[in-house]
Antibody
Framework: QVQLQQWGAGLLKPSETLSLTCAVY????????WTWIRQPPGKGLEWIGE???????NYNPSLKSRVTISVDTSKNQFSLNLSAVTAADTAVYYC??????WGQGALVTVSS | QAGLTQPPSVSKGLRQTATLTCTGN????????AAWLQQHQGHPPKLVSYRNNNRPSGISERLSSSRSGNTASLTITGLQPEDEADYYCSAWDSSLRLWVFGGGTKLTVL
């Protein structure tokens, strides 16, 4: 059974870059779609993007200009970078295997 | 972008049956069906049902899903206190090429 553990900076200033990493334990790392999803406080879920087993990426068009998802297969990890953050990017960020297995979530707050 | 439509809240009594709905279009729910996620306060979402009424291991048989046209449904029978949670539907949108979510339904077990 795949398990995910994520980490990254929790407090950012406007215009900084959000960086989160998710480690994968169990399963075959190269066989899954790796996904980032976020949830603003008290609100619903928003799909950020994914990286496929072939290494191609799909991003939410609303965030595409600022998002990069990458993998480090040597460490069984994948990462999210979101540039030029604003207060609107304040959310709990989840890494996931598709939408099947989820990480514990990380609250990222953007405030000056 | 267009998301899926869910009622904000549903309230039912203990041991009753609740049916949660999720409406999309022919590019998402109507194309490949919907998945359902359960989220308790302060916890990450958990997949409880996916395409064609499949349940992940460990999910109660009291939960079942179905689809009619562009509307998906999650039915929970014999409601228990632990069923009280937020429920989100999700589907891949083949036109927008992204996963879309509903706004969530808060299920209250009275």
């Amino acid at each position: 059974q795949v398990q995910l553990q994520q980490w990254g900076a929790g407090l950012l200033k406007p215009s900084e870059t959000l960086s989160l990493t998710c480690a994968v334990y169990g399963g075959s790392f190269s066989a899954y779609y790796w996904t980032w999803i976020r949830q603003p406080p008290g609100k619903g879920l928003e799909w950020i993007g994914e990286i496929t087993p072939s290494g191609s990426t799909n991003y939410n068009p609303s965030l595409k200009s600022r998002v990069t998802i990458s993998v480090d297969t040597s460490k069984n990890q994948f990462s999210l970078n979101l540039s030029a953050v604003t207060a609107a990017d304040t959310a709990v960020y989840y890494c996931a295997s598709g939408i099947v297995v989820w990480g514990q979530g990380a609250l990222v707050t953007v405030s000056s | 972008q267009a998301g899926l439509t869910q009622p904000p809240s549903v309230s039912k009594g203990l041991r009753q049956t609740a049916t949660l709905t999720c409406t999309g279009n022919s590019n998402n729910v109507g194309n490949q069906g919907a998945a359902w996620l359960q989220q308790h306060q302060g916890h990450p979402p958990k997949l409880v049902s996916y395409r064609n009424n499949n349940r992940p291991s460990g999910i109660s048989e009291r939960l079942s899903s179905s689809r009619s046209g562009n509307t998906a449904s999650l039915t929970i029978t014999g409601l228990q206190p632990e069923d009280e949670a937020d429920y989100y539907c999700s589907a891949w949108d083949s036109s927008l090429r992204l996963w879309v979510f509903g706004g969530g339904t808060k299920l209250t077990v009275l």
